[in-house]
């Protein structure tokens, strides 16, 4: 199931640009409620379930920090596409092959630790993806790559995170390993979400839509994990 909900997530994000066309401001609303869901998951749920595996705290610190160091690696290349914004100009010649491949290893490793965790982090992984196909899919239909990369694009993103949940599962490594990666995501959730709801601020005023976005993916998370 958690496969099919995975490549759903990104398929509806996709669906809505075709048939809705939603505008920026709704997107906003889209990001701001998908990253308090995303940092809601993370600290009420993932935080305490990974420190309860281990008594060796500090080192479940310095790899949470570490996921913050690769994510943010990872989004030089990506231009800021994990966390709904990217800064990238294209005119539809060149594929953006390093936007391509920080994606997918950032959805790869969003899959691996899902098999060794509760479904919090499979919901959140989810809540997350819809809001991020949304803004991939605009960008590739703005930038004029044809119909068939557009469509391999997709698809290969949308299988990604299916392939690090087989993965994470099937090769004891990563079953060994799991608190650890399940805290290296947990650096990478943390750095995404706040930049998300940081971004998402439009000269720093207060907004009163965004407010019931992230309030409602706040108590989302309180009531019904």
Not at 10 to 31: H, M
Not at 32 to 42: C, I, R
């Amino acid at each position: 199931m958690s496969y099919i909900l995975l490549i759903a997530s990104v398929l509806i994000g996709s669906l809505l640009v075709f048939i809705l066309n939603p505008n920026n401001k709704v997107v906003r609303l889209l990001l701001a409620f998908s990253g308090a869901y995303l940092l809601s998951v993370t600290i009420l749920h993932l935080l305490p379930d990974v420190y309860s595996e281990t008594t060796d705290y500090k080192k479940i610190g310095i790899f949470i920090l570490v996921g913050i160091i690769i994510q943010s690696v990872l989004e030089s290349f990506s231009k800021g596409a994990e966390h709904g914004h990217i800064h990238i100009l294209s005119d539809g010649k060149e594929f953006p092959t390093l936007l391509f491949v920080s994606l997918c290893l950032h959805a790869f490793s969003e899959g691996l630790p899902i098999h060794n965790a509760d479904d919090n982090l499979l919901w959140a992984i989810i809540v997350h993806k819809i809001p991020i196909a949304v803004v991939l899919t605009t960008f590739l239909i703005q930038t004029k790559y044809s119909k068939k990369i557009t469509f391999i694009f997709l698809i290969v993103f949308a299988f990604m995170s299916p392939l690090g949940v087989f993965i994470g599962d099937k090769i004891s490594f990563f079953t060994t390993y799991a608190t650890e990666i399940t805290a290296l995501i947990i650096g990478v959730f943390l750095h995404i979400s706040t930049i998300i709801l940081f971004e998402s601020t439009e000269n720093h005023k207060f907004n009163l839509q965004k407010f019931i976005a992230i309030l409602l993916g706040v108590l989302l998370t309180i009531f019904t994990l």
